[in-house]
């Protein structure tokens, strides 16, 4: 074990930048804010490129996570039965599913039961994905639709019947020409 306390031998003391005096130090100080401030300067003489973004849209990353939406089978049943896994998936607790029996006249989905409510509240949605994850059929899954903004906030909430419609494609705000 070393002795204690070490001899000067022993001891290697770095120099701040206090070391170089007053001028020095203004000047090292100074070259460093230089130095910091390259990509700023380096971008401000960089060409610029401008998207008319509602009329230009760019493509967005494949593996997005959007607008969720519930799927049905080719002969028009439901593939949500109402098991509520992806509500108890959901970490922020936005999904809510209300299950109902099937029956022989009203048949809506090919289990035995449906949703017969189904609720996203997408204000509280973190868009994490363990829903589409959760679900054993594949019944919801997560477009890349990403244009969800609106005024109110009962306006995001979307029922059964929202999640089953096709997304409406958005309209871009100026007409051609303008």
């Known amino acids: 074990m070393a002795p204690w306390p070490p001899s000067a031998e022993e001891i290697h003391v770095v120099q701040g930048p206090d070391h170089l005096g007053g001028a020095g130090s203004f000047y090292r100080a100074f070259g460093e804010t230089l130095r910091g401030l390259k990509t700023t300067l380096r971008q401000s003489v960089a060409p610029v490129s401008v998207i008319a973004y509602p009329e230009e849209k760019i493509p967005v990353y494949p593996r997005f996570r959007g607008r969720h939406r519930l799927h049905k089978f080719e002969d028009g049943l439901e593939k949500c039965v109402g098991c509520s896994l992806c509500a108890a998936a959901c970490p922020a607790d936005c999904i809510r599913v209300v299950a109902a029996e099937n029956t022989p006249d009203n048949r809506v989905s090919a289990g035995e039961r449906y949703a017969a409510v189904y609720e996203i509240n ?29 005024y109110d906030r009962s306006d995001l909430i979307f029922t059964k019947e929202m999640l089953l419609a096709e997304p409406f494609e958005r309209t871009p705000l100026r007409n051609e020409g303008e």
């Not at 509280?124 to 609106?150: H, K, Q, W």
């Open 122 to 150: 997408l204000s509280r949605c973190i868009f994490c994905g363990y829903c589409e994850v959760a679900c054993p059929f594949d019944a919801i899954t997560m477009g890349n639709d990403f244009e969800l903004s609106d």
